[in-house]
């Protein structure tokens, strides 16, 4: 059925035009849309008729007195996909209207086409936002995989879950959704925007930061198994909670040590605080990174016996010696904790 929302864009875009009021009717011939707003929601008897026989109908003003609650005018039948959607009436003289019937349908069919693709993307939309939840909660029922297969999406693909930290869905969604193939889903759950995205290439790490370049998000473990998308819907959201707030990706595969000890800090209260200098930290962050002293040593542009000397400094402060093994892992979960303490 048409609807009164399109009805009013079709008489309002007409009437930019056309220096004559428009009426636009259903089958019962109920005006819904006018230029002349007394006219909405009182019944015209000739367009009841002009969508019984399907074919046009002129009145002069003798013949309109005949029609209770008609005007002079032109009325004519506009179609949707071939089937009768409305009735367009003009109302004027006949002979000054005529011309202008044909293109206030054509007009009017274009318009009631493009509301009808409109609803129909938002229906698919919709429809792909339930599929991509049902998969995220780990939904294995025999409509879920149906439902798939009507959207043509393959749960058979190769995909990884991106969770984004945003804070309007909404307008994340319409900037990310001309990024995804018609294989890939989109959608929100608690406040958070998930994208369930195919992987093709063998390094697909690669492949996703290529495809996503200038999103901030945090991105899942790749999986060929829908029943294994939870986790990585799981491990993204995780991940997404050391993101800065410059675009970037970060992939829990290279940083699930950070995510284990941010969701200690988040989840379970264990905190650790480094009571270093900007010197000693920078050092510090540096050696743990650089793996040997000689790399750090040159990273920092210092001496080897400086970056010694520094370590030493660190030890005096935390008590802990960053060249045992067992000390550098308390300093580097520390650096990570003190890096995420709002």
Not at 7 to 13: L, T, V
Request: charged fraction near 25%; include cysteine.
């Amino acid at each position: 059925m048409l609807s009164q929302e399109t009805a009013r864009q079709i008489a309002a875009r007409t009437m930019q035009i056309l220096p004559y009021n428009i009426n636009v009717m259903r089958a019962d011939g109920s005006i819904i849309a006018s230029g002349d707003p007394a006219r909405i929601g009182t019944i015209h008897p000739a367009a009841a008729a002009v969508w019984e026989k399907q074919r046009a109908l002129e009145l002069t003003r003798t013949e309109a007195a005949q029609w209770e609650g008609s005007r002079e005018g032109i009325n004519l039948p506009a179609y949707l996909r071939g089937k009768p959607a409305a009735v367009i009436g003009i109302t004027g003289p006949p002979e000054d209207v005529r011309p202008y019937g044909e293109l206030v349908v054509m007009t009017s069919e274009m318009m009631m086409e493009q509301a009808k693709l409109l609803e129909e993307m938002q229906v698919d939309q919709r429809m792909r936002e339930e599929l991509g939840l049902r998969l995220l909660e780990g939904d294995r029922q025999k409509e879920t995989a149906a439902m798939a297969e009507r959207m043509n999406v393959s749960l058979d693909e190769r995909r990884v879950v991106l969770s984004l930290p945003v804070n309007e869905t909404e307008e994340a969604a319409r900037s990310i959704r001309p990024m995804l193939t018609k294989e890939e889903l989109l959608c929100s759950k608690e406040g958070k925007l998930f994208v369930l995205a195919v992987c093709r290439e063998a390094d697909w790490r690669k492949e996703i930061l290529h495809r996503f370049t200038g999103i901030q998000a945090g991105v899942g473990t790749c999986t060929a198994k829908a029943e294994e998308l939870p986790v990585s819907a799981q491990r993204a959201e995780q991940t997404s909670r050391l993101t800065s707030t410059e675009p970037q990706l970060v992939f829990f595969e290279e940083n699930d040590l950070e995510v284990l000890l941010t969701m200690m800090q988040q989840e379970a209260g264990w905190s650790m605080k480094l009571a270093l200098s900007a010197e000693l930290m920078e050092t510090l962050q540096v050696y743990v990174q650089a793996g040997g002293s000689r790399e750090a040593a040159e990273q920092l542009h210092i001496h080897r016996n400086t970056l010694q000397y520094r370590l030493r400094q660190i030890e005096e402060v935390t008590g802990k010696d960053p060249r045992r093994k067992r000390d550098l892992l308390y300093l580097y979960a520390a650096l990570v904790m003190q890096e995420r303490m709002p």
